[in-house]
Antibody, heavy 121, light 106 residues
Framework: EVQLVESGGGLVQPGGSLRLSCAAS????????MEWARQAPGKGLEWVGR??????????EYAAAAKGRFTISRDDSKNSLYLQMNSLKTEDTAVYYC????????????WGKGTTVTVSS | DIQLTQSPSFLSASVGDRVTITCRAS??????LAWYQQKPGKAPDLLIY???ALQSGVPSRFSGSGSGTEFTLTISSLQPEDFATYYC?????????FGPGTKVEI
């Protein structure tokens, strides 16, 4: 079964850091681009960023809100995706989802259940 | 950045109704548009990609159309399990963006 499981969420103070992880199983992780999206409480979906695969030099793309503060990385040997979040703001409070990108169509075709990040003093 | 708007933002419908949701882009996004369905407390599910291609396993009552800057998602006969929030997303240009969502309720 294709599965993505996020972890690492929690309560953090403004200005703090947090590292989210996403464990992938049931598919060849290294063959896929991967992405993060988030959803603030009661709000819509927001794309956070993308990391390409090794053949594309693991290059990344970010939303404006994430650029300079968030870093997406991956470890193909561990079938894992990461989101390092620094200088966190209250507006970063959200459920964070990792998602697999379809190899042919480049859309987010498999999503994890999400992990909750709360930024509050 | 490419902005997406959706209309309506809220839709009240009954089982068996034909439902249409519109997504408009602030600039030409060619055919790089997807629709996602999200139920409360759940992650989104990909319904349609490239404007009109049905994701595997998605019922044929869902369909998509449009091009350029105006797109529609149609549910031909609303079923109880279709009550959810629907989001469009463009992947024509970075940063990718989602529409604000359309909540379909009874």
């Amino acid at each position: 079964e294709v599965q993505l499981v996020e972890s690492g969420g929690g309560l953090v103070q403004p200005g703090g850091s947090l590292r989210l992880s996403c464990a992938a199983s049931g598919f060849t992780f290294s063959d896929h681009y991967m992405e993060w999206a988030r959803q603030a409480p009661g709000k819509g979906l927001e794309w956070v960023g993308r990391i390409r695969k090794k053949a594309n030099s693991y290059t990344t793309e970010y939303a404006a809100a994430a650029k300079g503060r968030f870093t997406i990385s991956r470890d193909d040997s561990k079938n894992s995706l990461y989101l390092q979040m620094n200088s966190l703001k209250t507006e970063d409070t959200a459920v964070y989802y990792c998602a697999r990108v379809d190899r042919s169509q480049y859309y987010m075709d498999v999503w994890g259940k999400g992990t909750t990040v709360t930024v509050s003093s | 950045d490419i902005q997406l708007t959706q209309s309506p933002s809220f839709l009240s419908a009954s089982v068996g109704d034909r439902v249409t949701i519109t997504c408009r882009a602030s600039q030409d996004i060619r055919s790089y548009l997807a629709w996602y369905q999200q139920k409360p407390g759940k992650a989104p599910d990909l319904l349609i990609y490239d404007v009109s291609a049905l994701q595997s396993g998605v019922p044929s009552r869902f369909s998509g159309s449009g091009s350029g800057t105006e797109f529609t998602l149609t549910i031909s006969s609303l079923q109880p399990e279709d009550f959810a929030t629907y989001y469009c997303q463009q992947i024509n240009a970075y940063p990718f963006t989602f529409g604000p969502g359309t909540k379909v309720e009874i």
